[in-house]
């Protein structure tokens, strides 16, 4: 039967049934053996003929599964009087409005994950500045994503970040501040690397980074290594304290021996 054509008088077959429901045929078969929907004209022969009446049963049948009522509620309630059919209209309409608003909420958070991936900061330019400082380059963070895109520690970093507000991002900011200040310090005061207080240090260090990402001890010496030798690392090291960025990379590579890393063959693991 086509929109065109006139409705047979019998009914329509089960295939043509399950055409105009968008069901099966065999789903059909399983309701007319269970009692859901019995089609109301059947041939000597056997065959199925579904009614107007017998296809909007199938209709209904199908809303309130889509809602997530089982089969044998869903009999209980074709079969019922209207308001109890009404009453759980209602209910899943409100159970359906609530699981609509958390996959809002869900898509949402996906958005927010996808767009630090690509990122790195979500954060405008001038937040960053204003929060990082005016040395701060806000090409930094897409030049990092370039560089570690495809990384584990750039998916953990990614998704800590869409957690995180500007607040949040203030307070990382205000740390590594003390930190670099402390490390200056050390510098200036002539503490040696594989001391008490330069271990200390550098584990504040790495421990920085480990908010960002999990950040091992043999991690934490390639990081060292790059202070050194990367420019724009060693040149901001060096502008916080001269001889900073080779004082931290001796610091991490001592306090790395003492927690039973060896620097030499140390790997980003």
């Known amino acids: 039967m086509t929109r065109h054509t006139r409705p047979d008088p019998d009914g329509v077959t089960v295939g043509v049934a399950a ?11 399983h309701w007319d053996d269970i009692g859901l929907v019995s089609p109301a004209h059947r041939f000597p ?17 199908l809303v309130h599964r889509a809602a997530g009522s089982t089969l044998d509620r869903i009999r209980a309630l074709l079969d019922s009087d209207t308001s109890d ?4 209209l209602r209910r899943q309409r409100a159970e359906l409005t609530d699981r609509i608003a958390q996959l809002q909420n869900m898509t949402a958070a996906l958005d927010r994950m996808l767009d630090a991936h ?15 400082g ?17 990384t584990d520690q ?14 949040d991002w203030r307070r990382i900011a205000d740390d590594v501040s003390a930190l670099e200040n402390a490390l200056a310090d ?21 421990a920085s980074i480990d908010r960002y990402f999990t950040c091992t001890h043999s991690m934490h010496v390639c990081l060292g290594r790059m202070y050194e030798s990367d420019r724009e690392y060693a040149a901001h090291y060096d502008s916080v304290a001269p001889g900073l960025a080779v004082w931290l990379r001796a610091a991490i590579d001592a306090n790395a021996r003492a927690h039973g890393v060896d620097p030499s063959t140390a790997t980003w693991e």
């Open 85 to 88: 059919s009404v009453s759980e």
């Open 134 to 150: 005016d040395n701060w380059k806000p090409s930094w963070a897409g030049r990092a994503r370039d560089r570690w895109a495809d």
């Open 118 to 132: 690509e990122r790195g900061l979500l954060l405008s330019a001038e937040e960053q500045i204003a929060i990082f």
């Open 186 to 206: 050390a510098v200036r005061r002539g503490v040696e690397p594989g001391s008490d207080e330069a271990n200390e240090l550098a584990e504040r260090h790495r």
């Open 45 to 61: 022969n056997g065959y199925r003929r579904y009614g107007p009446d017998d296809l909007a049963r199938i209709r209904r049948v």
């Open 19 to 29: 055409r105009l429901t968008g069901t099966t045929v065999r789903t059909l078969h």
């Open 154 to 167: 750039w998916a953990e970093y990614a998704e800590r970040s869409a957690h995180r507000s500007p607040d």
